[in-house]
T-cell receptor
Framework: IAGITQAPTSQILAAGRRMTLRCTQDMRHNAMYWYRQDLGLGLRLIHYSNTAGTTGKGEVPDGYSVSRANTDDFPLTLASAVPSQTSVYFCASSDHAGGYNEQFFGPGTRLTVL | AQSVTQLGSHVSVSEGALVLLRCNYSSSVPPYLFWYVQYPNQGLQLLLKYTSAATLVKGINGFEAEFKKSETSFHLTKPSAHMSDAAEYFC?????????????FGTGTRLQVTL
């Protein structure tokens, strides 16, 4: 069982370029999330999806968009990357929305915007 | 708004010594609380969670945490540190009132274990 896969593992991107980070889960979880991890700031929620077809904004949504066309996939798009979006991005999922549910995390994507 | 504060960005202990990682929360309603661990170059994995069933929560790898409402704390402990415990640890809080599982993380504590 793979759990959550993320692609690419790492990427160096020129500022102004468009980039999509991919996330796929095989656990049939209803809820999915995108976080960014920055040194000294912990993890911050970018966007989330309670179920296929719905999305919501997290703490730091500006400059990012998401879609949830099906249960398994939750891509994160940077329409025009800026250096401040240099970070490690983690995708996560949980069986259901609701605060008590464990979230399962992918291995992360390290993104550098120059 | 809910938040968590982790005291100490770095903690160093000797192998076999007590591990104590501190977490204080702020929430307008009784929260759900979590501890996650992150090993180098990996994603996070759940150590334990508090959902109000019991104030002392036991997790994996010998870790436990006690919910103390009067102190708004959820400190993580392990009686005897092992070299394999070296990692970064995150405390997180989730709101009971919403329908989304929106976790708010602390800034993390890096645990170093020395011989």
């Amino acid at each position: 069982i793979a759990g959550i896969t993320q692609a690419p593992t790492s990427q160096i991107l020129a500022a102004g370029r468009r980039m999509t980070l991919r996330c796929t889960q095989d656990m049939r979880h209803n809820a999915m999330y995108w976080y960014r991890q920055d040194l000294g700031l912990g993890l911050r929620l970018i966007h989330y999806s309670n179920t296929a077809g719905t999305t919501g904004k997290g703490e730091v949504p500006d400059g990012y968009s998401v879609s949830r066309a099906n249960t398994d996939d939750f891509p994160l798009t940077l329409a025009s990357a800026v250096p401040s979006q240099t970070s490690v991005y983690f995708c996560a999922s949980s069986d259901h929305a609701g605060g008590y549910n464990e979230q399962f995390f992918g291995p992360g994507t390290r993104l550098t915007v120059l | 708004a809910q938040s968590v504060t982790q005291l100490g960005s770095h903690v160093s202990v000797s192998e076999g010594a007590l591990v104590l990682l501190r977490c204080n929360y702020s929430s307008s309603v009784p929260p759900y609380l979590f501890w996650y661990v992150q090993y180098p170059n990996q994603g996070l994995q759940l150590l334990l969670k508090y959902t109000s069933a019991a104030t002392l929560v036991k997790g994996i790898n010998g870790f436990e945490a006690e919910f103390k409402k009067s102190e708004t704390s959820f400190h993580l402990t392990k009686p005897s540190a092992h070299m394999s415990d070296a990692a970064e640890y995150f405390c997180a809080v989730s709101d009971r009132t919403g329908t989304a599982s929106k976790l708010t993380f602390g800034t993390g504590t890096r645990l170093q274990v020395t011989l």
